[in-house]
C-alpha cells in the first residue's frame, strides 16, 4: 500500500510540470476577454450656495439647525430679529421674519 502510494505521489510531482505547461500553451491561443464596465455617475447638489439678500422659505428653513451657543463658535451676537442657523458647514445670519440672509460665515 505504501509503495503504492508512494509512486501515485512522485508520478504526480512528474506530471504536474506538463500539465501546466499545457495550460499556459492554450492560454495563448485564446483571444483575451476584454470586460467593459458602465460607470454611472450621478451628481448631486450636496451644498447651496448661499447668497446675500437670499430669501429662505419655510422649506429650506427646517432643514437648518439653530445656533444658540454663538460665542462657541467664534460668531458674534446676533441684532434683534435676527438668529444664527447652521446649515451644511456655512452659519447664515437671517432675519426670522422675513427669512433673509444678511450674513454668511463659511466653513468653519
Do not use: C
Not at 432643514?63 to 444664527?84: I, T
Amino acid at each position: 500500500m505504501k509503495k503504492i502510494f508512494a509512486a501515485l505521489l512522485s508520478a504526480s510531482f512528474l506530471l504536474s510540470p506538463m500539465v501546466v505547461s499545457q495550460a499556459s500553451a492554450d492560454d495563448h491561443r485564446r483571444p483575451p476577454i476584454v470586460v467593459q464596465k458602465k460607470v454611472v455617475v450621478k451628481k448631486t447638489v450636496v451644498r447651496a450656495h448661499w447668497k446675500r439678500g437670499y430669501r429662505v422659505n419655510a422649506s429650506e428653513r427646517r432643514r437648518f439647525s439653530d445656533v444658540n451657543d454663538y460665542r462657541r463658535y467664534r460668531l458674534a451676537p446676533p441684532p434683534r430679529g435676527y438668529r444664527w442657523v447652521r446649515a451644511d458647514n456655512d452659519y447664515l445670519l437671517i432675519g426670522v421674519t422675513s427669512g433673509i440672509i444678511s450674513s454668511i460665515i463659511a466653513g468653519r
